[in-house]
């Protein structure tokens, strides 16, 4: 199981934030440790300021392997730019290369595109309205009723363009993840 913060907690807003910021914090820390503490006691309280570099070591081993911005927007106008046969192999490659067991229900299955499996996790994936210009709660209420039809754990609906406003609350309200953006160059990119 993967490690989680809190979206406003001081790690998550470090590991949304450039690397060096968190060894900043870091040393600032260890700075004002030795230099307000008694000998003896501050390499003891510099030692709290550990989780943090931690932190910084990840963020920064993140932001290297992530796409430039330059990558993303060439990724998304392939992507913009096929046909839904040729974006739905890429797309089952990528997953594929990820370690899931990618399965195509056939065009009698409307609600969803692919279900995709991994470690006994099952997840349904409606990405065959990727370039649609808007996107509303249609889609992702059809996708939400599959899910419980299929005792599928996750549901993710791919998109080029962002979804309305109703659309986004309504995928967050029932914990629909929307792959859009860097999250869908990188997983394109790796097809």
């Not at 943090?52 to 998304?76: D, H, K, N, Y």
């Not at 994936?125 to 005792?151: C, D, F, I, M, Y």
Request: proline share 6%.
């Amino acid at each position: 199981m993967k490690f989680k913060p809190a979206p406003n907690s001081l790690f998550a807003i470090l590991l949304r934030s450039r690397w060096w910021i968190s060894f900043a914090v870091a040393g600032v820390i260890a700075l004002v440790a030795f230099a307000l503490l008694p000998r003896e006691i501050a390499p003891f309280a510099a030692i709290g300021a550990l989780p943090i570099f931690a932190v910084g070591c990840v963020a920064a081993w993140r932001q290297w392997r992530a796409p430039s911005p330059a990558q993303v927007e060439q990724a998304l106008a392939t992507a913009a730019g096929q046909p839904w046969k040729a974006f739905a192999d890429t797309l089952a490659r990528a997953w594929e290369a990820e370690g899931y067991t990618v399965q195509r229900p056939g065009a009698a299955q409307a609600a969803y595109d692919f279900r995709i499996e991994r470690n006994g996790q099952r997840t349904l994936v409606s990405a065959r309205r990727w370039k649609a210009a808007n996107h509303g709660t249609e889609p992702l209420r059809e996708l939400q009723a599959a899910l419980q039809g299929e005792s599928a754990q996750a549901g993710v609906y791919v998109a080029l363009q962002p979804l309305g406003d109703n659309a986004r609350l309504y995928a967050r309200d029932q914990g629909l993840v929307v792959l859009q953006g860097e999250a869908l160059a990188t997983l394109l990119r790796k097809a």
